[in-house]
C-alpha cells in the first residue's frame, strides 16, 4: 500500500499501464474513488451552494488559487472558513479548474466519436 504523501490531494498519480489507461490503484479502492478535491468541494456545495449559478459564475480568482494551493500543500481545508463561505463560487470554481486540467477528459478521447 502507498503512503498518502504519495497521493497528492488535488492530482492523481499517473495510471499504470498494465491497468489499462484510465485506471489506478488508488481509484479502485471504493474509499478512495473520488479526488479528494472532488469529495470535499462537492461536499460543501451540497451543504451550502444552493444559490443561484453555483458552477456558471466564478469565483474570485485568487480565492480559487488559495483554495487550490490548500489542496496541493496535502491539506484538506477548512472550507467553512470566511472566505470561503462569503466566496462560494471559488469552489465551484476549483471543482471545474480540476476538471479541466484532467491529463485525458472526463469524456474520453475514444467516447468523442459516439458523441457525434
Excluded: M
Excluded at 472532488?38 to 459564475?57: A, N, P, Q
Excluded at 477548512?78 to 472566505?83: C, E, G, P, R, S
Aim: with cysteine.
Amino acid at each position: 500500500s502507498s503512503s498518502p504523501a504519495e497521493f497528492s490531494l488535488w492530482h492523481l498519480p499517473s495510471p499504470q499501464p498494465e491497468l489499462g489507461p484510465y485506471q489506478h490503484p488508488q481509484l479502485t479502492k471504493p474509499c478512495s474513488s473520488v479526488p479528494q478535491v472532488l469529495k470535499s468541494c462537492t461536499e460543501f456545495i451540497e451543504k451550502h451552494g444552493i444559490v443561484d449559478g453555483i458552477y456558471r459564475l466564478s469565483g474570485i480568482a485568487s480565492n480559487i488559487q488559495k483554495l487550490r494551493h490548500e489542496f496541493d500543500s496535502e491539506q484538506i481545508p477548512d472550507l467553512t472558513k470566511d472566505i470561503y463561505i462569503q466566496d462560494i463560487h471559488c469552489v465551484g470554481s476549483l471543482c471545474k479548474l480540476y476538471f479541466r486540467e484532467l491529463p485525458n477528459p472526463l469524456l474520453t478521447y475514444q467516447l468523442y466519436e459516439k458523441f457525434s
